[in-house]
Nanobody
Framework: VHFVESGGGLVQPGGSLRLSCAGS????????MTWHRQAPGKAREWVAT???????FYVDSVKGRFTGSRDNAKNEVYLQMNSLKPADTAVYYC???????WGQGTQVTVSS
């Protein structure tokens, strides 16, 4: 099982980023895919879930700003992040629900 996240970067408050995650080594189309983040000095937290059929669920702090999606043909899951805030600064990870494997993550920094 392998996850490769990409798309992070430095963005000003109010800006947008789109994260991507490629999964391999498991049945991606059947997997519940999740996004998590870890801010400096804090525990990793769940951010969003994208179900196999496309249903999405979010932590309250990102509702209305983040949108999860997936392309099962490409074995990829995405996180569109709009109206970014400094509090969103973190390393973002994706994972298949139930997996114990983590990728390297992608750094998102929101700062003016």
């Amino acid at each position: 099982v392998h996850f490769v996240e990409s798309g992070g970067g430095l963005v000003q408050p109010g800006g947008s980023l789109r994260l991507s995650c490629a999964g391999s080594g498991f049945s991606f189309s059947d997997a519940i895919m999740t996004w998590h983040r870890q801010a400096p000095g804090k525990a990793r937290e769940w951010v969003a879930t994208v179900a196999p059929g496309g249903a999405t669920f979010y932590v309250d702090s990102v509702k209305g700003r983040f949108t999860g999606s997936r392309d099962n043909a490409k074995n990829e899951v995405y996180l569109q992040m709009n109206s970014l805030k400094p509090a969103d600064t973190a390393v973002y990870y994706c994972q298949a629900y139930g997996s114990t494997t983590w990728g390297q993550g992608t750094q998102v920094t929101v700062s003016s």
